[in-house]
């Protein structure tokens, strides 16, 4: 099997908020604890107690990829990924425009775009969360899992029904 | 192997944590171990970079001076930080005998020195006063995402004197502080002022602690709150901020935290994470919360019912965790718990109140406290009362805790008749009435009737206004109201609620693993170290033997655990496995760069200990007083348990091996046997010239 298949999957119904994710992100990467150097960030609704993780989706045809003017982001088949090339990246913003889910960030310290680059294959944050919220699974496997939570929660409402008939 | 890390050689000896990042899960092959970043940390000058680097801010809201400080090393290696450090400054900044709300009481908002940096759960807010409750120390502790927030805004402390003319908030952002006007604010529930601030400053990600309306009215008992539920509910913290105008403290934060030696400490900090996640009973309060413990303890016979009548709620099924779980699964969906700042143990349910009157709010919870106050305490088995009460404890900003046990020991006064429908106002105030024990907690909060206002004062006020012998039927230390567990049958719990350094309390000192019943060689194990102890220790629950060291190597280590910052369920309180002072130095080193042994954490705990006791012996603490000493109500000696399992009914403390026990308490923390710190004692622990003024 092609190892290179591997994507982060996100369950936001799992996550807890803790935050984690974003404070090992920036340590891993940086070496420093600051939320606002994490390629991960967890998005809040408080008052209804919803927390989504959102991270880059490192899409097929990635619009980062395709805005970038001076062609300094590709997509990396060994590790599956959208990476930035700092040596020619000139810092415009374009990619944190053009993207859908907000996932490319801009570090306001070092003066550049940062994104998460699946730490090389060994997601921290996968790592890190223990209820795996945030999980690294095979491309082709991500659907396998909705569909057999939704086969589920379908035999779940048809039994509930069942019951229901007889009951009546 | 010798280990160079960053070119700083290892001071702590062998190091076992594995320098390999790949080592977890999903690794692919071909993959190199990405380098940590070049180490940048060294500090520039005044910059604020390393955590230690945090600052000190004081603040006087009456003259709207503000003075920003750093906190000097040598501060830092007495106190630490968190509540230590709180201590030293509320002892340094307050005159004898002040008015707790008037301007002079001084408020400490602080996070402990590892706040924020790559060590597991670092979140606890802690608050510090001279408490209106108890007149003596006032200090309170809580989760949430404030203290991170405020570290990256570049602060540990803020000490705030004075009082505002108006409502005022402040704002503190990346090393600057302002004073805001909080006109609008002033009336709003906790988390409604939340939001308002957010809103104003067109900031979501803006963490605030704010008071409620009970706050305001000065309730003795208010809340100092951060997002829906965290509360920093002892001891009348909120009250304080309300005497100042201060509605609340708004936080936000995206400076750097340098940690000293990052590859280590991130990897140390998985292993910690690792044991932490590993326990058991962390596992189930990630699944049931802290319900799981009150149903454990009610099963069993150790949860106060009917303001101390009985030891046991019985019939209660729809009050059981399991119960709470449903209604979390139902209104929410199965992933339904939730977490406090890099969290593993997410031990906070949420829900929504499923019918009655409150239908449909959404709140976090509830917790034993909530569990006690609204279920065991007033005689109540209804969830829906249980959840409802617990939302409108958490948008008024009262102490749940302290309003539980106070609405019924008022009702046990109804009982008795020594109240009556006169003073209040007509309410039926038996026990088991939901409806009226819920009108109470608004009575409470908004002053409204003769009663409301009363115990809004707190139970001592309340006793001498109430009069005939209403202060005998009060289950309270130092003023303050006991947690809803009942301590009959476990002579080392009875220690630690009575010498309490914040009044009635099981965080202070509490041996929870005691009621575990572990060999003796596993207690000695864990209760020899740091400090050699060679005396007795007994396994059983019911004995006196050995349990003043329990207490007391207890108290030390709650102390180092506020001092780091870090949450409560992440030592050695509910599980026996969990870490403590040898697993310390290492987190401590590596996230700031601080050297420090476990024998020095140690004494560092002990004198922060010794300087919360030189306060409240300041503000009158005396070893007999039932009002303001370390000791218990008659109830506990006179009255054996009615109910519970075979080793708890017909529990109760013996006087004198009780009066025993705090003797050997005493011998241990160095104090005469009225509680008077020895001189050496003080020369011991570095404090005979306190208060000092280094800050």
């Known amino acids: 099997m092609e190892p290179a298949g591997k994507v982060l999957m996100i369950d936001h119904e799992k996550c807890t908020g803790c935050r984690l994710c974003e404070l090992v992100c920036a340590v891993k990467h940086d070496g420093v604890s600051n939320p606002m150097r994490s390629r991960i960030r967890v998005m809040k609704w408080e008052q209804e107690g919803l927390y989504i993780p959102m991270s880059c989706q490192q899409c097929q045809d990635a619009p980062c990829m395709n805005g970038c003017p001076v062609n300094a982001i590709s997509h990396n088949e060994t590790l599956n990924r959208i990476e930035v090339d700092y040596d020619i990246c000139i810092g415009c913003r374009t990619c944190v425009s053009v993207c859908p889910f907000g996932a490319m960030n801009f570090n306001t310290i070092d003066r550049k775009v940062i994104k998460c680059d699946l730490c090389d294959g060994d997601p921290q944050c996968v790592r890190f969360c223990d209820i795996k919220a945030v999980d690294y699974v095979d491309a082709g496997d991500v659907s396998i899992m909705k569909k057999k939570e939704a086969a589920h929660r379908l035999f779940a409402a048809n039994k509930k029904a069942a019951a229901l008939q007889t009951t009546m | ?695």
């Not at chain 2, 999903?26 to 070049?38: D, I, L, S, T």
């Not at chain 2, 308002?196 to 008071?211: F, H, N, Q, T």
């Not at chain 2, 009362?385 to 609405?407: K, P, W, Y």
């Open chain 2, 1 to 695: 192997m010798p280990h160079l890390w960053n070119g700083v050689p290892s001071v702590l000896g062998e190091t076992d944590i594995t320098p390999n990042p790949g080592a977890g899960m999903g690794c692919q092959p071909g993959y190199r171990p990405k380098k940590f970043a070049e180490k940048e940390t060294v500090k520039k000058g005044g910059v604020i970079k390393m955590a230690l680097d945090r600052k000190i801010a004081l603040i006087n809201l009456s003259t709207n001076e503000i003075e920003i400080k750093p906190i000097p090393m040598e501060v830092r290696k007495k106190y630490l930080g968190g509540r230590g450090l709180d201590a030293y400054l509320l002892f340094n900044h307050t005159k004898k005998r002040i008015d707790p709300i008037g301007p002079e009481n001084t408020l400490i908002i602080s996070g402990g020195i590892l706040t924020a940096t790559c060590a597991s759960a670092t979140a606890r807010t802690h608050v510090m006063a001279k408490s209106p409750l108890t007149g003596l120390l006032g200090s309170t502790n809580m989760g949430g995402f404030f203290a991170p927030e405020l570290a990256w805004a570049g602060f540990h402390h803020l000490v705030i004197k004075g009082r505002a003319k108006n409502p005022v908030y402040l704002f503190v952002q990346n090393g600057e502080i302002e004073i805001r006007d909080a006109a609008n604010l002033w009336g709003k529930t906790t988390t409604d002022t939340q939001w308002y601030i957010r809103e104003e400053l067109g900031d979501d990600e803006v963490k605030s602690c704010v008071i409620g309306p009970a706050g305001e009215n000065l309730v003795r008992f208010a809340n100092v709150m951060t997002g829906i539920k965290n509360s920093g509910g002892r001891t009348g913290m909120g009250c304080v901020m309300g005497s100042k105008n201060l509605k609340a403290v708004a936080a936000r934060g995206t400076m750097d935290i340098h940690l000293a030696h990052p590859q280590e400490a991130f990897e140390y900090n998985k292993r910690f994470i690792d044991q932490i996640t590993s326990a058991k009973v962390n596992q189930t309060q990630g699944i049931l919360g802290t319900p799981f413990i009150w149903g454990a303890t009610n099963c069993w016979g150790g949860v106060r019912t009917r303001n101390f009548q009985y030891n046991q709620l019985e019939y209660a099924d729809d009050v059981e965790p399991e119960r709470f779980d449903e209604i979390a699964t139902e209104t929410i969906g199965p992933y339904h718990m939730t977490a406090c700042f890099g969290c593993q143990i997410h031990c906070r349910a949420q829900y929504k109140i499923p019918s009655g009157p409150y239908a449909g709010k959404y709140d976090e919870g509830p917790e034993y406290t909530s569990q006690g106050a609204f279920a065991s305490e007033p005689g109540c088995r209804s969830a829906e009362t249980v959840l409802a009460g617990n939302h409108l404890v958490d948008q008024f900003g009262m102490d749940n805790l302290e309003t539980g046990s106070i609405i019924s020991w008022a009702m046990e006064l109804y009982e008795e008749g020594i109240l009556t429908g006169k003073e209040t106002d007509g309410l039926d105030l038996c026990f088991g009435n939901d409806k009226a024990l819920l009108e109470m907690v608004e009575r409470i909060c908004y002053r409204k009737g003769w009663l409301g206002d009363t115990l809004a004062d707190g139970g001592i006020p309340a006793a001498e206004k109430i009069g005939k012998d209403a202060f005998d039927y009060l289950i309270q230390v130092k003023g303050m109201n006991n947690l809803h567990s009942d301590e009959r049958a476990t002579p080392a719990l009875a220690l630690n609620i009575a010498t309490a350094s914040r009044g009635s309390d099981h965080l202070r000192s509490r041996p929870a693993i005691d009621l575990y019943h572990l060999p003796e060689e596993v207690l000695r194990k864990i209760y020899s170290s740091p400090m050699p102890y060679d005396g007795p220790l007994s396994s059983e629950h019911t004995s006196y033997d050995g349990k003043a060291w329990m207490v007391y190597w207890q108290e030390n280590c709650y102390m180092a655990v506020d001092c780091l910052g870090i949450c409560k369920y992440h030592t050695l309180f509910l599980g026996a496995t969990l870490p403590n002072f040898e697993d310390w130095p290492k987190v401590i080193y590596y996230n700031t760069g601080l050297e420090l042994t476990p024998k020095e954490i140690w004494t560092i705990a002990e004198r922060g200990n010794m300087i919360e006791r030189m306060f409240n012996l300041r503000e009158g603490l005396t070893r007999n007083d039932l009002r303001k000493g370390d000791t218990l109500n008659h109830r506990y000696f006179d009255e054996p348990c009615r109910r519970g399992a075979p080793d708890v009914i017909g529990m109760s403390i013996d006087r004198k091996k009780f009066d025993e026990m705090i003797d050997e308490f005493y011998t241990f923390k160095g104090l005469t046997k009225n509680g008077r710190p020895k001189a050496e004692t003080l020369k011991r622990l570095n404090l005979e010239k306190e208060p000092s003024h280094l800050l």
